[in-house]
């Protein structure tokens, strides 16, 4: 394996994002772009390569699944995009029949990198990557809540007028609709959630949080109703999980993996905070949550496992 060698699958404008942001980024000395559309992974590894002088020494080409083999990281971004008044949920049929056959063409390979999904639903695409290569649940991971733990900390530092990079708060279960804030352990640089937003003037600060929250959920909708796609944000959120596996971070990241009884959930992908290093998911952390915390992760576990019925992955 060459820990210094990506591939990006799909090069629609998530796909291209990403490559922008790893390219910035200088974590490898190769990325592979593949896509459905060959003309199109050149278009935009011809594009990215003019701009190779002002950043670091690599090669971004076109590939096929043939130059996988040896990757460290794969990230798949193929699939149908999510139009204004659809959830993420409402993709599924669609982009299980895309992953399954991009899973079957990886495992077709000598990979043993990390498979790092991207696409929507991510959860139900994670699981379903997982079960179609047999790999090890820590080798195949989704971006998760990572983008959404980013909108809250910005959300929440706008809201309290400080840095967004002083917010210690986190969002798990479900990429979607049911996602929950971890308030309850949330803090500012040390100093509780509660007593900051005293000290910005939330006497009751309930409602301006349930009000971040949905703010949270429905922000997606929001820019595709305005723009028609989200891309840059997750780039950014993609880039950090890729810059901890290449450099063995342990850092702690909300990314979605099959869990394996963490809050007594088993057998469904949803995001927990994990250990993230070049192994994958080194260690799934099960951080102390409030009653109502504990309830409302349930209830987007029992979502995700519906739609994982409905979906009808192989076992």
């Given at each position: 394996?060459?820990?210094?060698?990506a591939?990006?699958?799909?090069?629609?404008?998530?796909?291209?994002?990403?490559?922008?942001?790893?390219?910035q980024?200088?974590?490898?000395?190769?990325?592979?772009?593949i896509?459905?559309?060959?003309?199109?992974?050149?278009?935009?590894?011809m594009?990215?390569?003019?701009?190779?002088?002002?950043?670091?020494?690599?090669?971004?080409?076109?590939?096929?699944?043939?130059?996988?083999?040896?990757?460290?990281?794969?990230?798949?971004?193929?699939?149908a995009?999510?139009?204004?008044?659809?959830?993420?949920?409402?993709?599924i049929?669609?982009?299980?029949?895309?992953?399954?056959?991009?899973?079957?063409?990886?495992?077709?390979?000598?990979?043993?990198?990390?498979?790092?999904?991207?696409?929507?639903?991510?959860?139900?695409?994670?699981?379903?990557?997982q079960?179609?290569t047999?790999y090890?649940?820590?080798?195949?991971?989704?971006?998760?809540?990572v983008?959404?733990?980013?909108?809250?900390?910005?959300?929440l530092?706008e809201?309290l007028?400080?840095?967004?990079?002083?917010v210690?708060a986190?969002?798990?279960?479900?990429?979607?609709?049911?996602e929950?804030?971890v308030?309850?352990?949330?803090?500012?640089?040390?100093?509780?959630?509660?007593?900051?937003?005293?000290l910005r003037?939330?006497a009751?600060?309930?409602?301006?949080?349930?009000e971040?929250?949905?703010?949270?959920?429905?922000?997606?909708?929001?820019?595709?109703?305005?723009?028609?796609?989200?891309?840059?944000?997750?780039?950014?959120?993609?880039?950090?999980?890729?810059?901890?596996?290449?450099?063995?971070?342990?850092?702690?990241l909300?990314?979605?993996?099959?869990?394996?009884?963490?809050?007594?959930?088993?057998?469904l992908?949803?995001?927990?905070?994990?250990?993230?290093?070049?192994?994958?998911?080194?260690a799934?952390?099960e951080?102390p949550?409030?009653?109502?915390?504990?309830?409302?992760?349930r209830?987007?576990?029992?979502?995700l496992?519906?739609?994982?019925?409905?979906?009808?992955?192989?076992?």
């Amino acid at each position: 394996m060459n820990p210094r060698k990506a591939a990006v699958v799909g090069c629609g404008n998530v796909g291209a994002s990403i490559a922008f942001a790893l390219m910035q980024k200088a974590l490898f000395t190769e990325l592979v772009l593949i896509d459905a559309d060959p003309r199109r992974a050149e278009g935009e590894a011809m594009d990215l390569s003019d701009g190779l002088p002002y950043t670091a020494s690599m090669t971004i080409r076109a590939g096929s699944y043939e130059d996988v083999g040896d990757c460290a990281l794969i990230i798949v971004t193929a699939g149908a995009g999510q139009k204004p008044g659809e959830t993420r949920l409402d993709l599924i049929g669609r982009n299980v029949r895309i992953m399954s056959s991009i899973a079957a063409s990886i495992r077709a390979t000598p990979f043993c990198g990390i498979l790092l999904i991207v696409s929507n639903p991510v959860d139900i695409l994670t699981c379903a990557a997982q079960r179609q290569t047999g790999y090890p649940p820590g080798r195949v991971i989704g971006s998760g809540t990572v983008l959404d733990t980013a909108r809250l900390k910005q959300l929440l530092s706008e809201r309290l007028h400080v840095d967004a990079r002083s917010v210690h708060a986190v969002i798990i279960g479900e990429h979607g609709d049911s996602e929950l804030a971890v308030y309850s352990s949330a803090n500012v640089s040390g100093v509780d959630l509660p007593h900051f937003c005293a000290l910005r003037g939330y006497a009751d600060p309930q409602p301006m949080l349930q009000e971040v929250l949905e703010a949270v959920r429905t922000s997606a909708y929001a820019i595709i109703s305005r723009k028609g796609a989200t891309y840059y944000g997750v780039a950014m959120a993609v880039s950090r999980i890729a810059e901890c596996i290449v450099r063995d971070e342990k850092a702690v990241l909300p990314v979605s993996t099959v869990l394996s009884g963490e809050y007594g959930l088993r057998g469904l992908a949803l995001s927990i905070p994990s250990v993230l290093g070049a192994g994958g998911v080194e260690a799934v952390l099960e951080i102390p949550l409030s009653v109502g915390e504990q309830q409302a992760l349930r209830e987007s576990a029992d979502r995700l496992r519906s739609a994982l019925e409905e979906a009808d992955l192989p076992q």
